[in-house]
Antibody, heavy 132, light 109 residues
């Protein structure tokens, strides 16, 4: 059974870079069936997609954050990482990594269009606080 | 702000049925997904592709899609169902698919 574990500093200073690693066990991040990615949840607020990548290592970022994001992939270690630069208090959140099954909405009519993905396995999450 | 709209809270008595709605233009052309999140825990997938129950989810959970509004229904609600529920879909209006969420609904039993 696949498991994911986030790791990284729990406290980051404003304007610095937040760095997290997601280690995957029980499954391979090179699987063609799944994307892999990051979500976050600020205290008392809802969920936000940060970014994901597919088996071709094509990375998709949330446009609202993309200028500050880097997702890196290390298939030899079966892990992937997240970097968020120039952090502010608004980046304080629980960060989750997870596995995302994917598909095409129109596949039933024979068209490979309107892709979707969703997170079926979540890591436990790691709290990152941005504060001086 | 969130691209899908959910009521902030709903309440229900044990044993009764509750429906949580989620609306947004993206839902007309995409599947919906629902997550349950209890305090201090990671979200858990409840429903995928509008109406399919995830592994281990009780039959009392069901989902439906009627255009730009989708619903999660819990029949015979139990105390353990008290949680936050989030809907999710995909926005294909740009150059690639984006994962989008509703703001969440707090279910009080």
């Amino acid at each position: 059974q696949v498991q994911l574990q986030e790791s990284g500093p729990g406290l980051v200073k404003p304007s610095e870079t937040l760095s997290l690693v997601c280690t995957v066990s029980g499954g391979s991040i090179t699987s063609t069936t799944y994307n892999w990615g990051w979500m976050r949840q600020p205290p008392g607020k809802g969920l936000e997609w940060i970014g994901s990548f597919d088996y071709n290592e094509v990375i998709y970022y949330n446009p609202s954050l993309s200028s500050r994001l880097t997702i890196s992939i290390d298939t030899s270690k079966n892990e992937f990482s997240l970097k968020v630069t120039s952090v502010t208090a608004a980046d304080t959140a629980v960060y989750y990594c997870g596995r995302l099954p994917w598909g095409y909405f129109d596949i039933l009519i024979g068209s490979y269009t309107r892709p979707f993905s969703y997170m079926d396995v979540w890591g436990k999450g790691t709290t990152v606080t941005v504060s001086s | 702000s969130y691209e899908l709209t959910q009521p902030p809270s709903v309440s229900v008595s044990p044993g009764h049925t509750v429906t949580i709605s989620c609306s947004g233009d993206a839902l007309a052309n995409q599947y919906s997904f629902w997550y349950q999140q209890k305090p201090g825990q990671a979200p858990v997938l409840v429903i995928f592709k509008d109406n399919k129950r995830a592994s281990g989810i009780p039959e009392r959970f069901s989902g439906a899609n009627s255009g730009t509004t989708v619903t999660l229904t819990i029949s015979g609600v139990q105390a353990e169902d008290e949680a936050d529920y989030y809907c999710q879909s995909a926005d294909n209006s740009g150059s690639y698919s984006r994962v989008i969420f509703g703001g969440g609904t707090k279910l009080t039993v």
